[in-house]
Antibody
Framework: QVQLVQSGADVKKPGASVKVSCKASGYTFNRYVMHWVRQAPGQRLEWMGWINAGNADTRYSQKFQGRVTMTGDTSATTVYMELSSLKSEDTAVYYC????????????????????????WGQGTMVTVSS | DIQMTQSPSSLSASVGDRVTITCRASQSINRYLSWYQQKPGKAPKLLIYGVSNLQTGVPARFSGSGSGTDFTLAISSLQPEDFATYYCQQSYNTPRTFGQGTKLEIK
């Protein structure tokens, strides 16, 4: 079945880097965009960026620009998210999430429109930043 | 960035009740709005995309409506497994943004 399996929990010191992996299976890996979303304790979900698994194009949230790098390995059907210069505020659960494309009826267009949503999620990876 | 604001932040209800959760965007997002359900210690699960389209396998007691800036998620007859936190999310532009969540608790 379609699934995303992430690497295990990690503990890092402030200033260090962390690299989280997300292995995809059950679908054609390079046909989809993968997003990374994080959730600090008791906080809302926060989008970090995406990587196109087919051509390795990336787009990052301005908040993380310069600190985040998303890469992919098509032979391993795995994407990676590396976050550097870690601070205590980066303590969070990090999720990878596949972007699914959906056609739907739009009254604005009087016809079909297309949207995307995060249809498959990894189980999450807890990253703790503590001295 | 588009701000997404949900109300209420928490809600108590009983099995069998009908509940509604609202989500407001800081600007028009057309119909590029999704809803997710998250249970403690678990990843979010997609319920609805394009405002009102149920993801495969989602029970028909869930429904969505709205357009522009104001949206609603309704659950027609609460089941025990529906007690969770619900998030709206816009896919109109980047950065993708989420509401702060609505925690649905058993009364």
């Amino acid at each position: 079945q379609v699934q995303l399996v992430q690497s295990g929990a990690d503990v890092k010191k402030p200033g260090a880097s962390v690299k989280v992996s997300c292995k995809a299976s059950g679908y054609t890996f390079n046909r989809y965009v993968m997003h990374w979303v994080r959730q600090a304790p008791g906080q809302r979900l926060e989008w970090m960026g995406w990587i196109n698994a087919g051509n390795a194009d990336t787009r990052y949230s301005q908040k993380f620009q310069g600190r985040v790098t998303m890469t992919g390995d098509t032979s391993a059907t795995t994407v990676y998210m590396e976050l550097s210069s870690l601070k205590s505020e980066d303590t969070a659960v990090y999720y990878c999430a596949r972007e699914g494309a959906y056609d739907f009826w739009s009254p604005y267009l009087g016809g079909l429109d297309r949207t995307d949503a995060f249809d498959i999620w990894g189980q999450g990876t807890m990253v703790t930043v503590s001295s | 960035d588009i701000q997404m604001t949900q109300s209420p932040s928490s809600l108590s209800a009983s099995v069998g009740d009908r509940v509604t959760i609202t989500c407001r965007a800081s600007q028009s997002i057309n119909r590029y709005l999704s809803w997710y359900q998250q249970k403690p210690g678990k990843a979010p699960k997609l319920l609805i995309y394009g405002v009102s389209n149920l993801q495969t396998g989602v029970p028909a007691r869930f429904s969505g409506s709205g357009s522009g800036t104001d949206f609603t998620l309704a659950i027609s007859s609460l089941q025990p497994e529906d007690f969770a936190t619900y998030y709206c999310q816009q896919s109109y532009n980047t950065p993708r943004t989420f509401g702060q969540g609505t925690k649905l608790e058993i009364k």
